[in-house]
């Protein structure tokens, strides 16, 4: 699955705080974690900056299909303008690294 960061960002404050007021509910039912993991998507942290009226979150998901299942009822809801950029993790840049390097001409001694 391929890794994504969302930089979600909220343009209305009273959509905000009806979106966290939904996101205490179901925080605390424990249904969040329940909506963070299915098959084909994995939510793996989300970090608020609530006074910025942003959030960001690292997901792996399977393709685009999950991220707007995830995803598309809180935009839908609450208006949150939200970018994806896939990402890599530490050991994938390594090993596209150490292929891209085998792949480059030596460099010359400057």
Same mark, same amino acid.
């Given at each position: 699955?391929?890794l =994504?960061l969302c930089? %979600?960002q909220? !343009?209305?404050i009273?959509?905000q705080?009806a979106?966290?007021?939904?996101f205490?509910? $179901?925080?605390e039912?424990?249904a969040?974690a329940?909506?963070d993991?299915f098959e084909?998507?994995?939510?793996? =942290?989300?970090?608020h %900056?609530?006074? !910025?009226?942003r959030?960001?979150?690292l997901c792996r998901a399977?393709?685009?299909?999950? $991220?707007?299942?995830?995803?598309a009822?809180?935009?839908?809801?609450f208006?949150?303008?939200m970018?994806?950029?896939?990402?890599?993790?530490?050991?994938d840049?390594v090993?596209?690294?150490?292929?891209?390097?085998?792949?480059l001409?030596?460099?010359?001694a400057v």
């Amino acid at each position: 699955m391929q890794l =994504f960061l969302c930089d %979600a960002q909220f !343009e209305d404050i009273d959509l905000q705080k009806a979106a966290y007021a939904q996101f205490i509910e $179901l925080w605390e039912s424990g249904a969040m974690a329940k909506e963070d993991k299915f098959e084909g998507f994995e939510l793996l =942290f989300r970090v608020h %900056a609530p006074g !910025e009226g942003r959030v960001v979150i690292l997901c792996r998901a399977e393709s685009d299909k999950q $991220l707007f299942t995830h995803f598309a009822p809180w935009r839908a809801q609450f208006g949150i303008v939200m970018e994806f950029t896939p990402v890599m993790s530490c050991q994938d840049v390594v090993d596209a690294h150490k292929d891209l390097f085998a792949k480059l001409p030596p460099r010359s001694a400057v």
